[in-house]
């Protein structure tokens, strides 16, 4: 009866430890695929820009910067995109091949990496997109008009990053997220 019980115990344990890994599984792909519909969005901004006509008359190094930043933010929202969809298509795969839970937990720590190398691109090319915007004002309106729209889209920039940040101390503890993934054998027992 006891060998009965212990048995019913691991398998619901195990069970349990699964069952929190596949939630992780699961919040990785959700915030893959909202980072892939945000990026999205601002490669076709980006792509849009790329397509304006600049006037000839404008200062070359001008038009040069333009183009460098929104083809840049045009290209990182692109590997955001690339990421997140290899992500998606190849990390459940992952983890549901293998005889043990050992893929489930390489999958996700793969996952996890990836995520913070998909935000960096995501942050970069929002930095690339707002410097973009800024530009593009520089090129097609007068001064007083350039110097107002700059001014505003900076301090809606620095909005952006202070609420940033807050979230990301809201959320996003200092040591790190806790995972479920379980090292050694918990349930061996001692007499052994």
């Given at each position: 009866?006891?060998?009965?019980?212990?048995?019913?115990?691991?398998?619901?344990?195990?069970?349990?430890?699964?069952?929190?890994?596949?939630?992780?599984?699961?919040?990785?792909?959700?915030?893959?695929?909202?980072?892939?519909?945000?990026?999205?969005?601002?490669?076709?901004?980006?792509?849009?820009?790329?397509?304006?006509?600049?006037?000839?008359?404008?200062?070359?190094?001008?038009?040069?910067?333009?183009?460098?930043?929104?083809?840049?933010?045009?290209?990182?929202?692109?590997?955001?995109?690339?990421?997140?969809?290899?992500?998606?298509?190849?990390?459940?795969?992952?983890?549901?091949?293998?005889?043990?839970?050992?893929?489930?937990?390489?999958?996700?720590?793969?996952?996890?990496?990836?995520?913070?190398?998909?935000?960096?691109f995501f942050v970069m090319g929002l930095f690339c997109y707002f410097i973009s915007t800024i530009l593009v004002?520089?090129?097609?309106?007068?001064?007083?008009?350039?110097?107002?729209?700059?001014?505003?889209?900076?301090?809606?920039?620095?909005?952006?990053?202070?609420?940033?940040?807050?979230?990301?101390?809201?959320?996003?503890?200092?040591?790190?997220?806790?995972?479920?993934?379980?090292?050694?054998?918990?349930?061996?027992?001692?007499?052994?």
């Amino acid at each position: 009866m006891l060998q009965a019980n212990k048995g019913n115990v691991i398998s619901r344990f195990h069970k349990t430890s699964l069952e929190i890994r596949n939630m992780e599984l699961t919040y990785y792909l959700t915030v893959f695929n909202r980072l892939s519909s945000i990026s999205s969005i601002l490669a076709g901004f980006a792509a849009s820009g790329l397509t304006m006509s600049v006037p000839s008359w404008e200062d070359s190094v001008l038009v040069t910067a333009y183009l460098i930043f929104t083809s840049s933010a045009f290209g990182m929202n692109l590997l955001v995109i690339l990421i997140a969809t290899l992500c998606n298509l190849w990390g459940p795969g992952k983890a549901l091949r293998g005889a043990d839970q050992a893929h489930l937990h390489q999958a996700i720590e793969v996952l996890e990496q990836a995520q913070k190398e998909a935000m960096r691109f995501f942050v970069m090319g929002l930095f690339c997109y707002f410097i973009s915007t800024i530009l593009v004002v520089w090129l097609f309106f007068d001064k007083m008009g350039a110097t107002v729209t700059t001014a505003i889209l900076i301090i809606f920039c620095l909005m952006l990053v202070r609420q940033s940040l807050v979230i990301r101390r809201a959320f996003i503890p200092s040591e790190g997220f806790a995972t479920g993934v379980l090292q050694g054998n918990p349930v061996r027992s001692r007499a052994e």
